[in-house]
């Protein structure tokens, strides 16, 4: 006998994260579906769609090593950086091999999420066609790069003037050859955005807050993030990993002031890292100018903080995404000024049948990390009251102190250091096993399933 529509769990987007929370929902035995906005799977990395935020040069910032499902490997024969198209298929080719294709809805937009009337268990979905369904859970995987935050700068500004999330190439949304262009923003978008806007533009500049750290894509041949894991598997305590980060770094491209810019006002790695071969090479061949923070616009004119002023005909800003989830109230995902306060970034304190899988932005490869993060609400959803109950006091527990102490900007709300935030997932879930195991056997919620059947 087929199990209840109430017992289905529902899965808000069908991207990386989606994706992982749907395999193992129905890994455990639980039926699941998932919906998805757009016209196919993939989020963000969709080039083209209306959600897609990554642009035609788009590749990976950390290597496929670090950034692959778990069981399931990047082809071998791909480059360490593999670029937008690439990682589609990878995506497509994952939902392909666990069977996840016939469970995804696409063009479906789920336009609200609530509890039922008279405040029952489980979840009301209701998607933009006006369809409602109910389900015990929820999976909210819709992504945090969707809505553009821009910067609050006063005056107008009189030429193209857009944001990151709009740009896809140096023609697209305007052709950017011999126009004068300001790229602001220090993150990776910006500084990608900005090194491939000097090779068309008659002049870039490109304008930060404050100084970066820059990090090579390779350091001796090999992907600097795997160079890096090495440190954190021997145990290194974090003031080595910066020395020798540091020594690595200026030997491959050189320390930032030793291209003349400004010194960071923090210490390596308090930053979401910037991953970059060529933005040395084009400010030092003069072909990308840099520039302090941009304090006013007026007419063509930007106003820099150290009382510079320089005319341009397009400004891109690369400043990221608004958090936001317009289909629920900000209660049952426990947020603060928008921002969710969730235990691990991940579950509500207190119920057990909602979670926000990859609502993260960690300093390495983020897919593993989020199949560790399903493989926790997996074991959540189909959980025996024990091990729901020792779930519950870890949750309660103080929080505690970051091993890296984050730059406090927007742009930080969601950083983690993967390294430790995945040991400690990855013990979560040891502990949900041992007590899963305990209460059903070797089947686990799979023999739940059939005993509820």
């Given at each position: 006998m087929p199990a209840s529509p109430h017992e289905s769990w529902c899965v808000i987007g069908a991207g990386p994260s989606g994706l992982a929370a749907l395999k193992h929902l129905r890994d455990r035995g639980l039926p699941a579906e998932c919906l998805e906005c757009g016209d196919g799977i993939g989020g963000n990395w969709r080039y083209g769609s209306p959600s897609?935020?990554?642009?035609?040069?788009?590749?990976?910032?950390?290597?496929?090593?670090?950034?692959?499902?778990?069981?399931?490997?990047?082809?071998?024969?791909?480059?360490?950086?593999?670029?937008?198209?690439?990682?589609?298929?990878?995506?497509e080719g994952y939902a392909r091999h666990f069977g996840l294709l016939p469970h995804i809805r696409v063009q479906t937009t789920v336009v609200r999420v609530e509890r039922p009337d008279g405040g029952g268990p489980g979840w009301i979905v209701t998607t933009a066609a006006g369809t409602s369904t109910r389900h015990a859970g929820v999976v909210i995987a819709s992504g945090h790069n969707r809505e553009p935050r821009l910067p609050e700068i006063p005056g107008t500004f009189a030429g193209a003037f857009f944001h990151a999330a709009h740009y896809k190439s140096p023609l697209q949304p305007i052709a950017l050859a011999g126009r004068r262009v300001l790229v602001i923003g220090g993150g990776n978008s910006g500084c990608d955005i900005a090194v491939e806007v000097s090779r068309h533009a008659a002049r870039t500049v490109h304008s930060t807050r404050r100084g970066y750290y820059v990090v090579p894509r390779f350091i001796r041949g090999r992907p600097a993030d795997v160079r890096g894991e090495r440190l954190l598997a021997m145990g290194a305590p974090l003031w080595l990993r910066r020395i020798v980060s540091l020594r690595v770094i200026d030997r491959t491209i050189g320390l930032p002031w030793r291209h003349g810019l400004r010194r960071p006002d923090h210490a390596l790695l308090e930053t979401h890292p910037v991953v970059n071969d060529e933005l040395y090479d084009r400010i030092d061949a003069g072909r990308l100018v840099p520039a302090v923070d941009v304090t006013a616009f007026a007419g063509d004119e930007a106003v820099f903080a150290d009382g510079s002023r320089e005319s341009f005909d397009v400004v891109i800003c690369a400043t990221g995404y608004r958090i936001e989830h317009p289909f629920?109230?900000?209660?049952?995902?426990?947020?603060?000024g928008g921002l969710p306060r969730l235990f691990m970034n991940l579950l509500h304190p207190i119920h057990d049948d909602i979670a926000v899988v990859g609502l993260i932005q960690p300093d390495s490869g983020q897919w593993g990390i989020t199949d560790v993060q399903a493989r926790l609400v997996a074991r959540m959803a189909c959980a025996s009251p024990h091990a729901r109950a020792w779930l519950y006091r870890q949750r309660q527990r103080p929080?505690?102190?970051?091993?890296?102490q984050y730059v406090d900007s927007p742009r930080h709300a969601l950083e983690v250091e993967h390294h430790s935030y995945r040991k400690r997932l990855e013990r979560l879930v040891a502990g949900m096993d041992r007590r899963l195991?305990?209460?059903?056997?070797?089947?686990?919620?799979?023999?739940?399933?059939?005993?509820r059947g």
């Open positions: 897609s935020r990554v642009f035609s040069s788009t590749r990976l910032i950390s290597s496929r090593r670090l950034t692959e499902f778990h069981g399931y490997p990047m082809p071998r024969s791909w480059p360490a950086y593999p670029d937008h198209a690439q990682c589609l298929a990878y995506l629920i109230a900000a209660e049952h995902i426990n947020a603060h929080p505690r102190r970051r091993i890296v195991l305990r209460v059903r056997g070797p089947a686990g919620c799979r023999r739940a399933a059939r005993v």
